[in-house]
């Protein structure tokens, strides 16, 4: 067995509405398990029986766990997920998708729905950054951008 870190991402009640939401906006992810609370350990989780305990699924080969587990945790800008892409059009589509009742923040982040925090990014950022010649007037354009957008970071 191979060691592997998957994240365990705590929702209130919306475990599998969440994992449902994130397979359908990658092109290679599936749901994979769905565990329920039993009437065991009621009076400490005070889920009903059959309340869905946790969703397995994947995203591009990474796992993750959505857990049910109550209101008492959220999710803060602490943790966030970064998607690398190839094109504006692909940073358009999971921008406008992930931040539809969510919120748009600076320099590529953003929160979904659930609060979940993304960062949207270029492949071609960090080469850019790589550059000393070209890094600070990357980042001053960059500063400026909510969802980035490739083509004034070329002209940076």
């Not at 994992?19 to 290679?28: D, M, P, V």
């Not at 769905?34 to 009076?43: A, H, L, V």
């Not at 950022?125 to 070329?154: C, N, S, W, Y």
Request: aromatic share 14%; charged share 20%; glycine share 8%.
């Amino acid at each position: 067995m191979t060691d592997q870190i998957v994240p365990c991402l705590w929702f209130d009640t919306q475990a599998e509405e969440a994992a449902l939401f994130y397979t359908s906006l990658f092109k290679n992810a599936s749901i994979h398990n769905i565990s329920r609370y039993g009437k065991e350990g009621f009076e400490t989780h005070g889920m009903p029986e059959g309340t869905v305990l946790t969703v397995e699924f994947s995203i591009n080969g990474q796992k993750f766990t959505a857990l049910n587990g109550g209101p008492m945790f959220k999710f803060t800008e602490a943790i966030s997920l970064q998607v690398f892409c190839d094109s504006q059009e692909e940073i358009d589509l999971y921008w406008d998708a992930l931040t539809a009742e969510g919120e748009e923040s600076y320099c590529g982040w953003l929160k979904d729905k659930y609060g979940l925090s993304w960062q949207i990014v270029p492949y071609v950022l960090p080469q850019l950054m790589a550059d000393p010649k070209r890094a600070g007037a990357v980042t001053r354009a960059f500063l400026q951008m909510r969802k980035f957008d490739i083509e004034m970071l070329l002209k940076a």
